[in-house]
């Protein structure tokens, strides 16, 4: 039997981007000391499954809250940069990724890619 506590739906005081801004600010490594994995880049950023992100996501949000597509949806909105990396994604806010980091294509940006390979390799002409 469910208990009244586990009933009650947390309300939330911030828009899920202003949610998704402020964790990214609090989880990341303050001035990147003591990372735990060297492999990791040193930045703003963090790794959205070894910060606790996606988990924090769902706490917050609902078990059946997807974080995934939270973030993919921010991404292609322009508020942050997400990027594939080791078995989740590293997400900065926009304006503070590495250089490095900087070429990569938001996700609608990466679908329309897609869809002009597929359409070249059909034979369509591409434009």
């Keep these: 039997m469910k208990t009244k506590q586990a009933d009650k739906r947390r309300v939330h005081k911030l828009p899920v981007a202003k949610w998704v801004v402020a ?36 706490e917050e949000y609902g078990k059946d809250a997807d974080p995934k597509a939270v973030t993919d949806k921010l991404a292609d909105d322009g508020i942050i940069v997400k990027v594939p990396w080791r078995g989740g994604a590293m997400v900065f806010i926009k304006g503070e990724e590495p250089d490095s980091f900087k070429h990569q294509l938001s996700p609608r940006e990466d679908r329309q890619v897609a869809e002009r390979i597929r359409a070249r390799v059909r034979g369509d002409r591409v434009g």
């Design 23 to 58: 964790a990214i600010q609090e989880l990341r490594p303050a001035e990147n000391q003591k990372r735990r994995d060297k492999e990791l880049p040193e930045s703003a950023g963090i790794h959205v499954v070894w910060s606790g992100f996606n988990r924090r996501f769902k």
